[in-house]
């Protein structure tokens, strides 16, 4: 049996109330079930029941459990590979419909926080800062896509600008997107189950499903009961294990690991980010930083491939806090966790659908705050018989890993190592 209460970081500890969601116990039949309350999940399940469908979601541990309630909290735009990369493998019709979407996730998060009352810290403002005259020129080219997309957000920042939000020397310049912001990851998940909830919406938490019966009406099944729907939407990302197997097959978990630190205190927290916008760097492996509501600083970056648990996360992250930010050499970091997501050998997110009935989108690629928002549109679109902007993801190439589940985990260790000494080098 897994450990299905949360693991402990920052998130889980200020956490918002939030009810026993029992767990199945018979058997049910509904429209929709949804595997998986996370945000996939939870953006799929509001979507539907505004539209009348009847939805039920069955999570193995508890709402947010996974990656939705441990990531850095950054809404960022686009997705893990950029507009540019989809523009060069795809027809010209799908990128279009690809660089139109790229920017809708952040604009339904804050249509939720604001339709549902959701108390999530929100914050605007978000900084992608540049270490090299290389990775400025990057940022550079990636205003001009975006704004071809009509997104217009956007400031380019020089040296001086930069040091006018963010105290740290590092930084060459960067770029400032005023729809990006940050929030507290796990009391957007709770609130949109609450939401879910407000619309008669089910969750049934420690309610694992172990097998799935395909066929004309299909069954998904529990430990304990099963639910009968006519339609089944898969959004268990890293945390789905062999349920189904044409999935994990072209799919990695990898671990990202996150610490925060005591409280600042107001005048030092404002010091290092007098704007409050959140941060990340133009790093292949980088490292993505903003100020929690009660002034700490919560700092992230790492990759672990294959997903292990690395035995001193603090270790591993806060030597790269101090490189940023020296004048915390004497802070205490009183939370340290790590949580998985899911990596696709193409960087980009694995949208489709198995016989008539059964949809699942998965593999954000740690890209996934904005892009699972995005992603339970899309998919309640496609079950409205909407399919236009469903085909326009499922059309994009899904890989399998070389090597198989055997070779995946050192390949793409091997390829991270060889991109962080391009970043360490500056080529």
Known sequence: MTNTAYPQSYYAASANPAPLRPALQDDVETDVCIIGAGYTGLSSALFLLEHGFRVTVLEAAKVGFGASGRNGGQ????????????????????????????????????????RYQIQCDLKDG???????????????????????????????MDRRRIREVVACDQYIGGMLDMSGGHIHPLNLALGEAAAVESLGGVIHEQSAAIKIERGASPVVHTAQGKVRAKFVIVAGNAYLG?????????????????????????????????????????????????????????FGGGVVYGARDPAN?????????????????????????????????????????????????????GHG???????????????????????AFAGLPHYPFPGGQLLRTPLTAMGAWYYSLRDKLGV
């Not at 799908?94 to 920017?103: S, T």
């Not at 998985?340 to 050998?345: C, D, M, S, V, Y």
């Not at 998919?379 to 085909?391: H, I, K, V």
């Open 126 to 156: 978000g900084v992608f800062a540049a270490l090299t005259p290389k990775q400025m020129g990057h940022l550079e080219s990636q205003q001009k896509l975006w704004e071809r997309y009509g997104h217009t957000q956007l400031e380019l």
């Open 242 to 298: 062999n349920l189904v197997p044409e999935l994990a097959a072209k799919s990695m978990p990898c671990g990202t690991q996150v610490i925060t630190t005591e409280p600042l205190g107001e005048a030092l927290a404002s010091s290092l980010l007098p704007q409050d916008y959140c941060v990340e760097d133009c790093n292949y492996l980088l490292d993505y930083y903003r100020l929690s509501a009660d002034k700490r600083l919560i």
């Open 313 to 365: 996360i603090e270790a591993i992250i806060r030597p790269n806090m101090l490189k940023a930010f020296p004048q915390l050499k004497d802070v205490k970091i009183d939370y340290a966790w790590t949580g998985n997501f899911l990596l696709t050998l193409s960087r980009l997110p694995q949208v489709g659908r198995l016989g008539d009935n059964i949809y699942y989108s998965q593999g954000c690629s």
């Open 75 to 114: 809404i960022v735009n686009s997705y893990s590979r950029d507009i540019d990369v989809i523009e060069r493998s795809v027809d010209p019709k799908q990128a279009q419909l690809m660089g139109q979407m790229a920017f809708e996730g952040a604009r339904i998060i804050r249509d939720r926080v604001a």
């Open 369 to 391: 705050v904005t892009y699972t928002h995005l992603a339970g549109k899309v998919l309640a679109e496609a079950l409205r018989g909407q399919a236009e902007r469903f085909d």
